[in-house]
């Protein structure tokens, strides 16, 4: 090898070293399956989660589900009910891959949190930084319904980092936006905001929405919003790297989490769960509306929403909650410090989310006064959940993880998702 060709390779080497994740001193063991009694589960009190999930099938509240419970990681339970299709009938099986819409979101905000790790920018830095198309936001100020024309004021600040990780940063949600003028705004621009089978970039979208007013000045309201989506687009202008490509090689991989994509790979696509709705009563496969139903299967295959874009399992996004319940590490391999995970599991947002609840950098996060409630988790316990009717949450105090995934649309009367958590609390059993 040339001397030349030699050094090249060398810092080329180098800086993927930098890059990858690191060893850890740590080393827990990947999640494998265990008798329930042997983590202080009770194994009678999960049978209550059987019959539940079996009536809400048979009753017609959903049409299948794959649910899955770990505790100090340990799988104590993992099963499926009911059918992943309504044209096929094809029973749901437990490694049936889901769109988990807005359960993505906390992987993009790791992703972030691994290139902050590195010393790459500050939370509080204004991301016109890094990408100057959000330089000098504009706020809403008035909106002519007859011809979709506003005015603006200047924004009092720029939108941080901090701002889009919290949904604080006035940016809006497009189609399903809870303010009719921001609807019209956002489909007026050509935003893309769930996923799409079209031929558009994350990149396109976002320098898209950086010329949108914003709802509000960045800080002062808790505001769901695209945020995410554009912090998957600061994870390209970071890493230097393709969202997707970050991911997999820099988080997934790493995790042994092979059935989380953006873009199922032909061999998975079989294992995809069809969007259902009832119709007369029945339950039938969801139509084309403003998004396609046949994402992530089809399509042009380059827009990676860093909000809602990824399709995983019930047991990828185990490994993941397990990860940081472990402080940050799996297996041998450190993904974030358990310092940073401190700071994101802080209140970073007052009371905008109200008492019950406050989002940290990554999840909504329950206070004691949510605790003390019941039926939810301990405080601390870090939840979400996504568009087509998933959910999850993590309880690091009882080191216990659950997960329901379902795919539905429209009017259901499921009321699967408070059950199942308020029946896994009142299982432990030690």
């Given at each position: 090898m040339q001397m030349k060709s030699f050094l090249t390779f060398l810092l080329v080497t180098s800086a993927l070293m930098l890059g990858a994740q690191t060893p850890s001193i740590q080393k827990s063991a990947p999640l494998t399956e265990a008798n329930p009694t042997r983590v202080g589960v009770s194994p009678n009190r999960l049978n209550r989660i059987d019959e539940?999930?079996?009536?809400?099938?048979?009753?017609?509240?959903?049409?299948?589900?794959?649910?899955?419970?770990?505790?100090?990681?340990?799988i104590v339970y993992y099963k499926a009910f009911g059918t992943a299709d309504a044209n096929t009938g094809r029973p749901q099986k437990r490694d049936d891959i889901f769109r988990i819409a807005s359960q993505t979101k906390a992987i993009t905000a790791t992703a972030v949190m691994m290139l902050w790790e590195e010393g790459k920018f500050q939370l509080d830095d204004p991301v016109s930084k890094y990408i100057p198309e959000f330089k000098n936001p504009q706020v809403l100020q008035s909106f002519h319904y007859a011809d979709t024309s506003y005015t603006t004021r200047p924004a009092s600040r720029e939108i941080t980092i901090r701002h889009l990780l919290t949904h604080t940063s006035g940016l809006g949600y497009g189609v399903i936006d809870g303010d009719e003028r921001m609807k019209m705004i956002y489909e007026k621009a050509g935003t893309t905001d769930l996923f799409s089978t079209s031929d558009v970039s994350i990149g396109s979208v976002v320098k898209k929405l950086a010329k949108l007013p914003l709802h509000h000045d960045p800080g002062e309201k808790f505001t769901y919003s695209m945020g995410q989506d554009v912090l998957g687009y600061f994870v390209e202008v970071i890493s230097g790297l393709p969202f997707d490509r970050f991911l997999r090689e820099r988080l997934f991989d790493?995790?042994?989490m092979d059935d989380t994509w953006f873009y199922l790979p032909d061999e998975k696509a079989n294992r995809l769960v069809a969007i259902q709705h009832k119709k007369e009563d029945k339950w039938a496969?969801?139509?084309?509306?403003?998004?396609?139903?046949?994402?992530?299967?089809?399509g042009a295959r380059k827009f990676f929403s860093g909000g809602g874009g990824l399709s995983s399992t019930a047991k990828d996004y185990a490994t993941f909650l397990q990860m940081y319940l472990n402080g940050g590490e799996l297996n041998g391999v450190r993904i974030l410090s358990r310092t940073t995970i401190a700071s994101l599991m802080a209140n970073q947002v007052g009371e905008l989310m109200g008492t019950d609840q406050y989002y940290g950098l990554a999840f909504g996060v329950l206070t004691g006064q949510g605790a003390m409630k019941g039926g939810q988790g301990s405080e601390g316990t870090f939840t979400w959940g996504g568009y087509f009717n998933t959910q999850y949450f993590a309880d690091p105090k009882e080191q216990t993880i659950g997960i329901l995934m379902k795919q539905t649309q429209g009017p259901v009367d499921d009321q699967t998702a408070w059950k199942f958590r308020q029946l896994i609390v009142t299982a432990i059993d030690d």
């Amino acid at each position: 090898m040339q001397m030349k060709s030699f050094l090249t390779f060398l810092l080329v080497t180098s800086a993927l070293m930098l890059g990858a994740q690191t060893p850890s001193i740590q080393k827990s063991a990947p999640l494998t399956e265990a008798n329930p009694t042997r983590v202080g589960v009770s194994p009678n009190r999960l049978n209550r989660i059987d019959e539940m999930l079996q009536q809400a099938v048979s009753g017609g509240q959903i049409p299948g589900v794959v649910a899955l419970i770990a505790r100090k990681g340990k799988i104590v339970y993992y099963k499926a009910f009911g059918t992943a299709d309504a044209n096929t009938g094809r029973p749901q099986k437990r490694d049936d891959i889901f769109r988990i819409a807005s359960q993505t979101k906390a992987i993009t905000a790791t992703a972030v949190m691994m290139l902050w790790e590195e010393g790459k920018f500050q939370l509080d830095d204004p991301v016109s930084k890094y990408i100057p198309e959000f330089k000098n936001p504009q706020v809403l100020q008035s909106f002519h319904y007859a011809d979709t024309s506003y005015t603006t004021r200047p924004a009092s600040r720029e939108i941080t980092i901090r701002h889009l990780l919290t949904h604080t940063s006035g940016l809006g949600y497009g189609v399903i936006d809870g303010d009719e003028r921001m609807k019209m705004i956002y489909e007026k621009a050509g935003t893309t905001d769930l996923f799409s089978t079209s031929d558009v970039s994350i990149g396109s979208v976002v320098k898209k929405l950086a010329k949108l007013p914003l709802h509000h000045d960045p800080g002062e309201k808790f505001t769901y919003s695209m945020g995410q989506d554009v912090l998957g687009y600061f994870v390209e202008v970071i890493s230097g790297l393709p969202f997707d490509r970050f991911l997999r090689e820099r988080l997934f991989d790493p995790l042994g989490m092979d059935d989380t994509w953006f873009y199922l790979p032909d061999e998975k696509a079989n294992r995809l769960v069809a969007i259902q709705h009832k119709k007369e009563d029945k339950w039938a496969n969801y139509p084309h509306t403003f998004y396609d139903p046949d994402y992530p299967i089809t399509g042009a295959r380059k827009f990676f929403s860093g909000g809602g874009g990824l399709s995983s399992t019930a047991k990828d996004y185990a490994t993941f909650l397990q990860m940081y319940l472990n402080g940050g590490e799996l297996n041998g391999v450190r993904i974030l410090s358990r310092t940073t995970i401190a700071s994101l599991m802080a209140n970073q947002v007052g009371e905008l989310m109200g008492t019950d609840q406050y989002y940290g950098l990554a999840f909504g996060v329950l206070t004691g006064q949510g605790a003390m409630k019941g039926g939810q988790g301990s405080e601390g316990t870090f939840t979400w959940g996504g568009y087509f009717n998933t959910q999850y949450f993590a309880d690091p105090k009882e080191q216990t993880i659950g997960i329901l995934m379902k795919q539905t649309q429209g009017p259901v009367d499921d009321q699967t998702a408070w059950k199942f958590r308020q029946l896994i609390v009142t299982a432990i059993d030690d």
